[in-house]
């Protein structure tokens, strides 16, 4: 746990749920030994565009099994952008009574932190590691003004934590590398102290700049020491998670939604020498099987997460 802030110090903890079909991507360069740990000074957050275009009457993944749409967006308090106004929620799933939403447009998403590199802790993000699915990465130019059509958002982290929450489930992945298994997370919650200042300049900017040529900027501002965003790219039928609705919970064993994140990534130098092509087509999508048979599974969600070593 952080030390208390001194009476009359500025700062806050920024705490960031990300939830649904979110790629996190681990830096590889330039990394710092921390205790036992190995740990990136950056984690890219890249999400697939799932949307329903309205030229696509029917959606399908490459392996021609019917694609689910998906929602991608920000949310904040109105409370941290009219402090003085309306109050914050307690919570990141507590849902603000005041809640501003923007939904993503192939955009990326400066957070405000500065070009200072410090250590993410990755060891509590705990969802399924596509390096051991099978033999991918990213895919070219993912984290790009200019990013593959796939690419629905990204925004980069640097320092904090990440801390998993889970229903404690059992997950099996029958990859291309073989049997890989653990309890995955539903969604992530990355936490950083914020010194210094009482404010988050967040910055939306289009990929398509003939379109929108000047960023979005918008700022926040703490409340009880605390700016509380969510970034989540989830089912269609109730992307905001309302309590009042129905909340996603998987249908059956299978996570078909993840088929998603293998739209951001591409073979590898050793499945391109063989002449494998993972991640595409027929029999190459694996994706989480929900066990039910070795402990709790009652309350698993779908839309799981996926992450990966890159360089971007």
Not at 114 to 128: A, Q
Not at 148 to 176: C, E, Q, R, Y
Not at 253 to 270: C, G
Request: net charge negative.
């Amino acid at each position: 746990m952080p030390e208390p802030f001194e009476p009359g110090e500025e700062g806050f903890d920024l705490r960031i749920e990300f939830s649904g079909l979110c790629l996190f991507v681990m830096h590889t360069e330039n990394r710092v030994q921390v205790g036992e740990h190995l740990l990136p000074q950056q984690v890219g957050v890249v999400m697939p565009d799932a949307r329903k275009h309205r030229a696509m009457e029917n959606m399908k993944h490459s392996d021609g099994y019917p694609a689910e749409p998906h929602a991608g967006y920000l949310r904040f308090d109105l409370g941290n952008l009219l402090p003085g106004v309306v109050r914050p929620a307690f919570t990141n799933s507590e849902s603000p009574h005041n809640e501003v939403v923007h939904r993503f447009d192939r955009e990326s998403l400066d957070l405000g932190l500065g070009g200072v590199l410090s250590p993410v802790d990755v060891t509590k993000l705990e969802f399924p590691d596509f390096g051991q699915i099978d033999d991918l990465e990213i895919a070219n130019g993912l984290f790009g003004n200019a990013p593959p059509p796939d690419v629905l958002m990204w925004t980069k982290l640097t320092g904090g934590s990440f801390t998993a929450h889970s229903a404690g489930s059992n997950w099996k992945i029958n990859g291309g590398r073989g049997l890989y298994q653990g309890q995955f997370a539903n969604y992530v919650v990355w936490t950083k102290r914020i010194t210094g200042t009482n404010s988050l300049p967040l910055t939306i900017t289009s990929f398509e700049k003939p379109a929108m040529p000047e960023p979005i900027p918008v700022t926040l501002t703490q409340r009880d020491r605390h700016i509380r965003l969510k970034i989540s790219n989830l089912c269609a039928e109730n992307p905001l998670e309302w309590p009042d609705l129905k909340i996603r919970a998987i249908a059956g064993t299978d996570d078909k939604d993840f088929k998603w994140l293998y739209r951001l990534l591409e073979p590898n130098a050793v499945a391109v020498g063989a002449g494998r092509r993972p991640g595409f087509g027929p029999g190459n999508l694996f994706v989480p099987i929900l066990d039910r048979a070795s402990g709790p599974a009652g309350e698993e969600q779908d839309c799981t997460g996926g992450k990966i070593d890159g360089n971007f």
